[in-house]
C-alpha cells in the first residue's frame, strides 16, 4: 500500500484510509469479512463512510473477483 503522496494526513491515517478501502471492496465482491476486519471497519465508522461514497459503481466482474479473493490470506 502506498502511504506516500497525500498532504496532511499521517502514515497512521493513510493506512487506516487504505485498509477501509480495501476491506470495503471485497465486502462488495462478496466476500465474507473475518469478526476482526468487521471490528475494524466499525470502530472506524467515518472513514467508512467517505470511501463508501467513492467505490466504483459499477458491477464487479466475478472472475476477477475470485483471482483477487485467491491471494488473500
Known amino acids: 500500500m502506498n502511504r506516500e503522496g497525500a498532504p496532511g494526513k499521517?502514515?497512521?491515517?493513510m493506512y487506516v484510509?487504505?485498509?477501509?478501502?480495501v476491506l470495503l471492496m471485497l465486502r462488495k465482491m462478496?466476500?465474507?469479512?473475518?469478526?476482526s476486519e468487521e471490528a475494524?471497519?466499525?470502530?472506524?465508522?467515518?472513514v467508512v463512510n467517505s470511501q463508501l461514497s467513492?467505490?466504483?459503481q459499477h458491477s464487479i466482474d466475478q472472475g476477477k473477483c475470485?483471482?483477487?479473493?485467491?491471494?488473500?490470506?
Open 10 to 13: 499521517s502514515p497512521e491515517e
Open 17 to 21: 484510509q487504505q485498509k477501509v478501502r
Open 30 to 35: 462478496g466476500s465474507n469479512l473475518t469478526p
Open 40 to 46: 475494524f471497519l466499525r470502530s472506524y465508522a467515518g
Open 54 to 56: 467513492q467505490l466504483p
Open 66 to 73: 475470485e483471482t483477487l479473493l485467491a491471494g488473500r490470506v
